[in-house]
């Protein structure tokens, strides 16, 4: 059973920093793309970032260009994202995502989703 | 970016009755196109990708249609565990980018 359990939320001042985690199990970890999203308080769905099965490739929005930095540990089947210069706007719930496809993760949905960890950035 | 735009924002329908629900691309993604249900305080649930392609553990009443700019997700007789937030999804470009949902209320 694939198994995908958010961290490292909480309250993050502005200007300040935050490093989540995602822990996964259920799976050969080191074979898929892994993303984050975002959902801020009563919105939508928003795509954070993403990182190839390796780690060699990595896409970010525009949202978090230059601030947040995707990262994965395939020995310890974990996937993080470093947060800097935490604005308002990036309070939200950050959910872990598996990409489905395997190889074929460039034209693939996200296909498991964690239960999410909330940021709040406020001062 | 591709904009992605669901309609209608909110659908209120009847247990049994047929649930159509809307999405459009700015441009075209192909059949790159995934549906997922989003229920209160929980994390959303891969429903349909590739536009009709029905993932595991959701019943045959749901049914995702469409390619390229188009697309529709059907719920043949709606139940109560039906009722939630659905978000479309395009995986052909970067950003991913998701519609703004439509909620599926009963009526």
């Known amino acids: 059973e694939v198994q995908l359990l958010e961290s490292g939320g909480g309250l993050g001042q502005p200007g300040g920093s935050l490093r989540l985690s995602c822990a996964a199990s259920?799976?050969?970890?080191?074979?898929?793309?892994m993303s984050w999203v975002r959902q801020a308080p009563g919105k939508g769905l928003e795509w954070v970032s993403v990182i190839s099965g390796s780690g060699d490739s990595t896409y970010y929005a525009d949202s978090g260009k230059g601030r947040f930095t995707i990262s994965r540990d395939n020995s310890k089947n974990t996937l993080d994202l470093q947060m800097n210069s935490l604005r308002a706007e990036d309070t939200a719930v950050y959910y872990c995502?598996?990409?489905?496809?395997?190889?074929?993760?460039?034209?693939?949905?996200?296909?498991?989703w964690g239960q999410g960890t909330l940021v709040t950035v406020s001062s | 970016e591709i904009v992605m735009t669901q309609s209608p924002a909110t659908l209120s329908v009847s247990p049994g009755e047929r649930a159509t629900l809307s999405c459009r691309a700015s441009q075209s993604v192909s059949s790159n196109l995934a549906w997922y249900q989003q229920k209160p305080g929980q994390a959303p649930r891969l429903l349909i990708y590739?536009?009709?392609t029905r993932a595991t553990g959701f019943p045959a009443r749901f049914s995702g249609s469409g390619s390229g700019t188009e697309f529709t997700l059907t719920i043949s007789s709606l139940q109560s565990e039906d009722f939630a937030i659905y978000y479309c999804q395009q995986y052909n470009n970067w950003p991913r980018t998701f519609g703004q949902g439509t909620k599926v209320e009963i009526k």
């Open positions: 259920g799976f050969i970890f080191s074979t898929y793309a």
């Open positions: 590739y536009a009709s």
């Open positions: 995502a598996k990409i489905g496809g395997g190889s074929s993760w460039i034209s693939s949905p996200f296909d498991y």
